[in-house]
């Protein structure tokens, strides 16, 4: 069993930004690949950025490159989504997830454990 627990949603205003953390915990062995989802209301989750704890190769989602940045510590064994520039549709609740697989996956049944979630919201 893996646990994944995020922490830092809230409110921020458009243009702002926010730093979301998943602390990862249990047999983790085996499991190289963490990505950040989100799920609007209404709508389907969906991948947003991912890294790989061995070397650190990120992947995003075309709407967030240049403003949402992935990140690792290995130390800690947490995994990090900077949020900047943020805009009232990144609002939504953002969902931390681990997978067995290679190859950059970004699709949610390639993850094997996920996070409760943590909701940011965005105001215009």
């Known amino acids: 069993q893996v646990q994944l627990v995020e922490s830092g949603g809230g409110l921020v205003q458009a243009g702002g930004s926010l730093r979301l953390s998943c602390s990862v915990s249990g047999r983790t062995v085996g499991f190289d690949t963490m990505a950040w989802f989100r799920q609007a209301p209404g709508k389907e989750r969906e991948f947003v950025a991912g890294?790989?704890?061995?070397?650190?190769?990120?992947w995003y989602i075309n709407s967030v490159k240049g403003r949402f940045t992935i990140s690792r510590d290995n130390g800690k064994n947490t995994v990090y989504l900077q949020m900047n520039s943020a805009r009232p549709e990144d609002t939504a609740v953002y969902y931390c997830?681990?997978?067995?697989?290679?190859?950059?996956?970004?699709?949610?049944?390639?993850?094997?454990?996920w996070g409760q979630g943590t909701q940011v919201t965005v105001s215009s």
């Open positions: 997830a681990t997978s067995r697989r290679l190859g950059r996956p970004v699709s949610t049944w390639h993850y094997d454990y």
């Open positions: 890294i790989s704890w061995s070397d650190g190769n990120t």
